[in-house]
């Protein structure tokens, strides 16, 4: 089973509900062994990649779990203050995805569809996902005085998952800011990306080589 789009790694994958149904299958079927592929080529992913983990990890144990109970879970943990404007932001991403699928037919689904496009990802729809990070960040700032760990610990959970759009928009909007603008959103997230260990933006090539021809 695929888990992730090869060619736009930073990129979501609509596969985070269908796990259920296929391991439902896969039981029925009397299987054993179940290898779902996914970026095993770095440390560190975006585009809520960790839930769909969390999810293999809840079904591959119970196929009869959840889906909804196992979302909200995980949420409710992970993001702690920030799981509403998070679970937002998931939402919008899984609802798009969806729209894309059924109104775009040059996307199938496929794990190398050209989804690195602002055909697909119009400007607007990033922008509300960056205005739900700015959320989500909010949410969580009496951590810092209640509890250092977790605020340290929550806030680069939030800060993984703003990886895709504002790599996304870094890249397909550059036009659409001034230098310094520019500049400052790229040296942040090549910082960020560095710090957090994402490293790849497609399966076989280093996201270093985009940073280089930033400048970095």
Known sequence: AYETNFRAALYPYNSW???????????????????????????????????????????????????????????????????????????????????????????????????DSSDYWPQGVLQNYLDLIEEANEAILPYREQNAALYETTARHIKIESIFPRYAMATLYANRFNETKLKEMRSSLVEDC???GITNHKEHESIETIFAQWGY
């Open 194 to 196: 560095r710090l957090l």
């Open 17 to 115: 509900s269908y796990v259920y149904d296929s391991f439902r299958f896969y039981y029925e079927q009397n299987a054993v062994y179940v290898f779902n592929s996914g970026q095993v080529f770095q440390p560190c992913f975006t585009a809520f990649t960790t839930l769909k983990d969390y999810l293999d990890s809840r079904a591959l144990f119970n196929v009869n779990s959840s889906y909804e109970e196992d979302v909200d879970r995980f949420f409710s943990y992970y993001f702690r203050a920030a799981k509403d404007p998070m679970r937002r932001f998931y939402e919008a991403v899984r609802t798009y995805c969806n729209h894309l699928r059924l109104s775009e037919g040059n996307l199938t689904g496929n794990i190398y569809d050209v989804i």
